[in-house]
Nanobody, 126 residues
Framework: DVQLQASGGGLVQAGGSLRVSCAASGFSFDDYAIVWFRQAPGKEREGVSCITASDGDAVYADSVKGRFTISSDNAKNTVYLQMNSLKPEDTAIYYC???????????????????WGRGTLVTVSS
């Protein structure tokens, strides 16, 4: 089966750190871009960060730039999102998704991403 599995969410205090993971199975990362979206209650899904597995190029939303770092371990078919200096407004369900043809061009738009994992909840308390 082709699937993505997000994990690593939890409860953390403001200012703290958390790392979420996205493990892929059934396909190889090499030709894919992997993106993290998040969705807070009552809000639209927001593109957070994206990486192209082949060359490690990454993009970040302005809201997380300088605080979050995305990385890829292609041998493990896993992408990580290291989240530092967390804020209550980072609270959301975090989803990873993958697509083969677009790179990270559409990291902000859920529509082109055709492989989705179940989300993992990140809660940041104030």
């Amino acid at each position: 089966d082709v699937q993505l599995q997000a994990s690593g969410g939890g409860l953390v205090q403001a200012g703290g750190s958390l790392r979420v993971s996205c493990a892929a199975s059934g396909f190889s990362f090499d030709d894919y871009a992997i993106v993290w979206f998040r969705q807070a209650p009552g809000k639209e899904r927001e593109g957070v960060s994206c990486i192209t597995a082949s060359d490690g190029d990454a993009v970040y939303a302005d809201s997380v730039k300088g605080r979050f770092t995305i990385s890829s371990d292609n041998a493990k078919n896993t992408v990580y999102l290291q989240m530092n200096s967390l804020k209550p407004e980072d609270t959301a369900i975090y989803y990873c998704a993958a697509a083969e043809y677009y790179g990270c061009t559409y990291y902000y738009d859920p529509e082109p991403w055709d492989l989705w994992g179940r989300g993992t909840l990140v809660t940041v308390s104030s």
